[in-house]
């Protein structure tokens, strides 16, 4: 199923104060709009280097320019497209921070 992403906007403000992160995120950008997602683990074909969060959390956690960035998303697989929310945009450290006080399944931004 094709991917619907929520919101590009995120990204673009982001790029827009991380000017080094643009090129990394418009080739992410780019590979998901050929995205066809079935499943979870589709999104690991896709980006090899997505990490599915938990049992039935439906996050993963995406590692943008060699895992320079992070991005977490929640996903939603709907009857006839893949809902993709983007929860946090960040940078590694700021990960590791949410991850070391367990809040990287609580982040919401949508």
Known sequence: ???RLISK???EEFS???AQSRTSFGLWL???RVADWNSPEDIKDSFASADLLGTGSDRVVFDIGGNKYR???HYFFGERQVHLFICRI???AEYSKLCKN???YTVSAY
């Open 71 to 73: 991005m977490i998303c």
């Open 102 to 104: 367990k809040k990287q």
């Open 30 to 32: 780019t590979e998901l």
């Open 1 to 3: 199923m094709r991917v």
């Open 16 to 18: 827009r104060h991380n």
């Open 90 to 92: 960040g940078t590694h």
């Open 9 to 11: 906007r995120t990204i």
